[in-house]
């Protein structure tokens, strides 16, 4: 697995009514491209929503991911 540093992340914040939705549409994109995470996390923010951050370790799939999704990369 690569270090932390050399992979690429996406962070994304999710209504928490959209949350199930969401992650089931995450899941089918990324099988659907065949990629492979190497980890994410998930946290609730005050507003109840869902903060998730998504690592990949191709910074293109990120890329596109986050264009899908509405994400932006993380710094």
């Known amino acids: 697995m ?3 540093t050399a992979l690429t992340a996406v962070e994304l914040v999710i209504p928490s009514d959209k949350f199930f939705d969401a992650m089931s ?3 089918d994109w990324l099988a659907g491209r ?3 995470t190497p980890y994410s996390t998930c946290r609730r923010n005050h507003a109840g929503d869902h903060k998730v951050c998504i690592a ?3 910074p293109g799939d990120a890329q596109n991911f986050a264009k899908h999704f509405g994400g932006r990369l993380a710094a």
Request: proline share 17%; glycine share 8%.
């Open 2 to 4: 690569l270090p932390n």
């Open 25 to 27: 549409e995450i899941g």
């Open 56 to 58: 990949f370790p191709q």
């Open 34 to 36: 065949r990629v492979t």
